[in-house]
């Protein structure tokens, strides 16, 4: 099984910005298609913005649809602040998919 680890700390400390969070997407997008396993990994990052982690992370359901992205990524090293807003992202993206 091949795992990757995707570090996010690679794009910066605080990610805070849509602009940044669509390149990170598509880098994700290539390495979770090219894996079985994709480890995100937030070691060294303090901020992730609700901008971000929708354009980066939430936007990967109607692309890649929530099953598989459920099924082939992990977190890791997550703060609690950055996991709040990743989850809130999460549950925004879900409902408007359910609500179409």
Do not use: H, W, Y
Not at 15 to 44: M, N, P, W, Y
Not at 64 to 81: A, C, M, P, Y
Request: glycine share 4%.
């Amino acid at each position: 099984m091949k795992t990757t680890v995707f570090k996010f700390r690679s794009f910066g400390e605080n990610l805070g910005v849509r602009v940044l969070g669509e390149k990170v997407r598509q880098d994700l997008i290539a390495t979770i298609e090219s894996s079985e396993c994709v480890i995100l990994d937030f070691e060294g990052v303090n901020v992730v913005s609700n901008s971000f982690a929708d354009e980066c992370i939430a936007k990967l359901i109607p692309i890649l649809g929530f099953n598989k992205l459920k099924q082939k990524t992990t977190f890791r090293n997550i703060n609690d602040f950055a996991r709040k807003n990743v989850l809130i992202a999460l549950r925004r993206r879900l409902s408007i998919i359910c609500s179409e």
